[in-house]
């Protein structure tokens, strides 16, 4: 690692998911010099998702330890809803295991020096729009499509927050009121219809009817049904498996509606779409792209571009520190 990494020139990114929690060193730059992860329980105790977070620092600590001297500067992304300007966790349906929970403060009283706290998906937009895809534009829609879908907007160059911090929820805008129930308690959200989960639960779901008894995802998940998830439906797919094809194009489809949407309330420059979904859906991108004058009514939604992320998945890492090494976050 260069000597010019620094406590004075780096910050610390933590990624807080669902699964995992993913700490790294992030330069001045966009670039991450060192990284680890822990497992995370979402549905276990407050203490517990702390001591995840805790051991993924601990653990960058031990392999970095320039990051020791100094003041640290550590910056958190995770699923909101979230108080960016207090620095608490208040009620993400993926990550039950805080409620109302001061991260920031507890994560200061440990480390020291200055915290930050944001949604996952903001400080992801954030990143990208420094450093990666959406550099060099003004306006920015960025998108995470994972095991949920998340969404960041970025007016020139800073987060939009909305007047308590909770603006942008685009993952649980609803483009079908008869559509599953999603996990923030509302009908047909793209979320519940085009999530790596909502695709993973289509899949298993077409499986038990007889025309997906042939289809190679049941080999690819060792014959069980209940173990194929949305990576297993982008293997098929690479390999010619017609049903998971259709599931993939069905997807498509719901994104380009949502799409179509943001277009209309926000015409952005870009759009940036990353997360663990995005290397799927990438070989679709021109097709949702050329699908969005169907379902917007911007004469011009083709001039937009949309893009993979530059960080893939280590987005969360980028945007946290993102918002520690520039004051694009709320004080």
Excluded at 70 to 96: E, F, Q, W
């Amino acid at each position: 690692m260069a000597n010019s990494v620094t406590t004075e020139t780096c910050a610390i990114g933590v990624d807080v998911g669902g699964t995992k929690v993913a700490a790294g060193l992030v330069d001045a730059h966009g670039e991450i010099h060192q990284h680890t992860r822990v497992p995370m329980n979402p549905r276990g105790t407050a203490k517990e998702g702390l001591a995840a977070v805790t051991g993924a620092i601990d653990e960058l600590l031990r392999l970095a330890p320039e990051a020791n001297s100094g003041s640290r500067r550590i910056g958190i992304c995770a699923p909101g809803p979230l108080d960016p300007y207090t620095g608490v966790v208040l009620n993400p349906p993926n990550l039950t295991c805080w409620r109302n929970y001061p991260l920031a403060a507890e994560i200061a009283r440990r480390y020291g020096g200055s915290v930050k706290l944001e949604n996952d998906a903001k400080s992801a937009g954030l990143a990208e729009t420094l450093w990666g895809a959406g550099r060099g534009h003004r306006n920015v829609f960025y998108t995470c499509i994972g095991t949920g879908i998340g969404a960041g907007i970025l007016f020139d160059g800073r987060i939009y927050h909305g007047r308590t911090g909770a603006a942008d929820e685009a993952g649980h805008m609803v483009i079908d009121y008869h559509g599953p129930l999603c996990g923030c308690g509302k009908k047909g959200c793209i979320e519940a219809l085009a999530s790596g989960t909502s695709i993973a639960k289509k899949a298993r779901a077409r499986l038990v009817e007889p025309a997906g008894r042939e289809s190679m995802m049941l080999e690819l998940a060792g014959g069980r049904i209940e173990a194929v998830t949305s990576e297993i439906v982008g293997r098929a797919y690479d390999a010619g498996d017609s049903l998971a094809k259709e599931i993939l194009l069905e997807t498509v489809e719901l994104v380009t509606i949502w799409l179509g949407n943001i277009v209309d309330l926000l015409e952005p420059d870009v759009i940036i779409i990353g997360g663990g979904v995005a290397a799927m859906l990438h070989p679709f991108f021109g097709k949702i792209r050329k699908g969005l004058p169907a379902w917007c009514m911007n004469e011009r939604c083709l001039e937009i571009p949309i893009v993979p992320g530059r960080y893939g998945v280590e987005s969360g890492i980028a945007g946290g520190a993102a918002l520690c090494l520039f004051s694009c976050a709320p004080e």
